[in-house]
C-alpha cells in the first residue's frame, strides 16, 4: 500500500468507529455532559466534525487560517444525522484531497502554524488529526460510562 492509502485507511477506521459509537447514544442524552465547563456530547461530535474541516483549512493554506470562517458558526444542535449530514460534503473533500497527495507532498509539503509555535511535515500533520477524533472517541466513551449509558462496541 502506499503511504495516503494508508493514511485513508486509517482516517476511514477512526471515522467508523466514531459513527459506531456516536449512533449508538441515544438521543436524550445528546445534550449531557460531565460537568458544566465540559462539552455536551452533541457538542464534542461536532468539534471532531467541524475540527477535521478546520485541519483540512489549515493543510491547504500551509498552516494560515487568515480569517478563517467555519461553516458551523451558528448552526442549531438537534441530532447526529443533522451533525453527518452537514459535514458530508466536507469531509468527502477532505479525503479526496488526501486521496491526490503523493509520497513527495507527504515529506515536503510543511505546514507552519507560527501562532501555535508548530511547523510539521504533511505527512506528520496528518497523523496528529486522526489522533484528534481517536482521543476524542475515546473520550466520549468516558462520557457514556459516567452518564451510565452502555457503550458500543466499537473494537471488531
Known amino acids: 500500500m502506499k503511504a495516503t492509502e494508508i493514511i485513508l485507511l486509517?482516517?476511514?477506521?477512526?471515522?467508523?468507529?466514531?459513527?459506531?459509537?456516536?449512533?449508538?447514544?441515544?438521543?436524550?442524552y445528546l445534550h449531557w455532559k460531565p460537568d458544566e465547563e465540559a462539552m455536551s456530547i452533541i457538542e464534542m461530535i461536532r468539534h471532531v466534525l467541524e475540527g477535521e474541516h478546520l485541519f483540512h483549512k489549515i493543510i491547504q493554506n500551509r498552516g494560515d487560517l487568515g480569517a478563517y470562517k467555519s461553516?458551523?458558526?451558528?448552526?442549531?444542535?438537534?441530532?447526529?444525522q443533522h451533525?453527518?449530514?452537514?459535514?458530508?460534503?466536507?469531509?468527502?473533500?477532505?479525503l479526496e484531497m488526501i486521496a491526490k497527495l503523493n509520497e513527495e507532498d507527504l515529506k515536503h509539503v510543511i505546514i507552519d502554524r507560527k501562532e501555535v509555535g508548530q511547523r510539521k511535515k504533511l505527512g506528520d500533520y496528518l497523523n496528529r488529526m486522526a489522533y484528534h477524533e481517536a482521543v476524542h472517541t475515546g473520550q466520549m466513551l468516558d462520557y457514556l460510562r459516567s452518564a451510565g449509558v452502555n457503550c458500543p462496541k466499537i473494537w471488531d
Open 71 to 80: 461553516p458551523w458558526d451558528g448552526l442549531e444542535y438537534k441530532d447526529l
Open 10 to 28: 486509517n482516517f476511514s477506521e477512526i471515522r467508523r468507529r466514531s459513527i459506531k459509537l456516536w449512533s449508538g447514544i441515544p438521543n436524550e
Open 83 to 94: 451533525e453527518m449530514d452537514f459535514a458530508e460534503s466536507y469531509h468527502n473533500d477532505f
